[in-house]
């Protein structure tokens, strides 16, 4: 790109994520964990890409988006990265989804599951699409995922289908004012992960989950994934919308809760 990316904003991003692989790292440090096992997507929805390629310049290797429509104008200009799509994934939009990013996040039923299979099958044969399963540990209605005992149900169907690599779980923290207390939602994903694999030790070991606001916590409970967008970015320009946050929306249909921006 001409000129390439400016010098000042790929010190300001470096310092950014130095900033946050370092609390990582700590977390990892109080869990006993490798920091190498922890994968920062950097979620970068409505940033533009001239800073993303300044953010892939500071070393940024995973971007993540949220919507198709956002990242299809977006991915051919920030080459180099990888790419997540972090939010809900509607069915019209499946075929680009595959076309476009390299890790699907957020797939939340087996109908989508399905889906994404036959257009693997086509879009890149012999390349079996990698997906994470979103699990709404919670049961909470504002956010979208499996229940917990529709993925066990669900899960040896899933692992079966040809084209897709089911690479572990992904899910939302609560809702809440202290990190903390997001803490059994992370444990609850991790014994189920845990499960899970006693049964179909096939199924991968990630397990995506914490954000800005809660993703020590997340690690501390075995993240290999945190989807990180405020910390790295800043406060995005209008001001997050309601349950507008760093990693999936909770659906087209659901009611967003408040969270907030810091």
Same mark, same amino acid.
């Given at each position: 790109?001409?000129?390439?990316?400016?010098?000042?904003?790929?010190?300001?991003? /470096?310092?950014?994520?130095?900033?946050?692989?370092?609390?990582?790292?700590?977390?990892?440090?109080?869990?006993?964990?490798?920091?190498?096992?922890?994968?920062?997507?950097?979620?970068?929805?409505?940033?533009?890409?001239?800073?993303?390629?300044?953010?892939?310049?500071?070393?940024?290797?995973?971007?993540?988006?949220?919507?198709?429509?956002? /990242? /299809?104008?977006?991915?051919?200009?920030?080459?180099?990265?990888?790419?997540?799509?972090?939010?809900? +994934?509607?069915?019209?939009?499946?075929?680009?989804?595959?076309?476009?990013?390299?890790?699907?996040?957020?797939?939340?039923?087996?109908?989508?599951?399905?889906?994404?299979?036959? +257009?693997?099958?086509?879009?890149?044969?012999?390349?079996?699409?990698?997906?994470?399963?979103?699990?709404?540990?919670?049961?909470?209605?504002?956010?979208?995922?499996?229940?917990?005992?529709?993925?066990?149900?669900?899960?040896?169907?899933?692992?079966?289908?040809?084209?897709?690599?089911?690479?572990?779980?992904?899910?939302?923290?609560?809702?809440?004012?202290?990190?903390?207390?997001?803490?059994?939602?992370?444990?609850?994903?991790?014994?189920?992960?845990?499960?899970?694999?006693?049964?179909?030790?096939?199924?991968?070991?990630?397990?995506?989950?914490?954000?800005?606001?809660?993703?020590?916590?997340?690690?501390?409970?075995?993240?290999?994934?945190?989807?990180?967008?405020?910390?790295?970015?800043?406060?995005?320009?209008?001001?997050?919308?309601?349950?507008?946050?760093?990693?999936?929306?909770?659906?087209?249909?659901?009611?967003?809760?408040?969270?907030?921006?810091?």
């Amino acid at each position: 790109m001409p000129g390439g990316p400016d010098p000042a904003e790929v010190a300001a991003l /470096a310092a950014a994520r130095a900033a946050v692989t370092t609390r990582i790292a700590d977390a990892c440090a109080r869990a006993g964990r490798d920091p190498a096992g922890v994968t920062l997507v950097a979620v970068s929805k409505t940033v533009p890409p001239e800073r993303l390629r300044a953010a892939v310049a500071a070393g940024h290797d995973v971007l993540g988006e949220n919507r198709v429509q956002e /990242a /299809a104008p977006k991915i051919p200009l920030v080459p180099g990265p990888r790419w997540h799509l972090v939010g809900p +994934l509607q069915a019209n939009k499946a075929r680009r989804a595959v076309e476009l990013f390299d890790v699907l996040e957020a797939v939340d039923s087996v109908e989508l599951a399905r889906r994404l299979d036959r +257009l693997a099958g086509d879009v890149r044969p012999g390349r079996p699409m990698p997906v994470l399963l979103q699990v709404n540990v919670d049961a909470d209605p504002s956010k979208a995922g499996f229940a917990p005992a529709a993925v066990e149900a669900a899960v040896a169907t899933l692992l079966a289908l040809p084209n897709l690599a089911v690479r572990g779980l992904m899910t939302i923290g609560r809702l809440v004012e202290v990190a903390e207390e997001a803490r059994p939602t992370f444990a609850a994903l991790r014994a189920l992960a845990g499960e899970l694999r006693a049964r179909w030790p096939v199924l991968g070991a990630d397990l995506s989950m914490g954000m800005t606001d809660d993703f020590e916590v997340a690690v501390e409970e075995g993240a290999t994934i945190v989807r990180v967008g405020r910390a790295l970015f800043g406060a995005r320009p209008a001001g997050p919308r309601p349950g507008d946050e760093d990693g999936p929306d909770p659906g087209p249909h659901s009611p967003r809760p408040l969270r907030s921006a810091g």
